[in-house]
């Protein structure tokens, strides 16, 4: 049984850090992706960062340059590196993963990011809270 759990949310003042992580258990796939998703009250859940099983990245446009994911492989942990926070990060975020992807799949997610209903297991969330 694969469960995730997140860590590391607070508050902070805009323009601290804070780092996120996700601990994976019973994750064991082959190609796979795993990120970060947030939600803000009143909105929608969406993307900010993932990473796959080959390394590559991508980011939210509003995170680039701010954030930073990463995985351990060796621990099953995915983190989530968050720098120079303003308010409108405020959000619950929540870590996020794929069951094994079959190739076509993969072909397809190397097209366009990949989206909620991509992901298979989530996390229960961790609360982020930047004050002005």
């Known amino acids: 049984q694969v469960q995730l759990v997140e860590s590391g949310g607070g508050s902070v003042q805009a323009g601290g850090s804070l780092r996120l992580s996700c601990a994976a258990a019973g994750y064991d796939y082959n190609r796979w992706y795993m990120g970060w998703f947030r939600q803000a009250p009143g909105q929608e859940r969406e993307g900010v960062a993932f990473i796959n099983s080959i390394g590559s990245i991508s980011y939210a446009d509003s995170v680039k340059g701010r954030f930073t994911i990463s995985q351990d492989n060796a621990k099953n942990t995915l983190n989530l590196q968050m720098n120079s926070l303003k308010p409108e990060d405020t959000a619950l975020y929540y870590c996020?993963?794929?069951?094994?992807?079959?190739?076509?799949?993969?072909?397809?997610?190397?097209?366009?990011?990949?989206?909620?209903?991509?992901?298979?297991?989530w996390g229960q969330g961790t609360q982020v809270t930047v004050s002005s």
């Open positions: 996020a993963a794929t069951a094994g992807i079959p190739l076509s799949v993969w072909v397809r997610l190397f097209r366009k990011p990949p989206a909620r209903g991509d992901f298979d297991y």
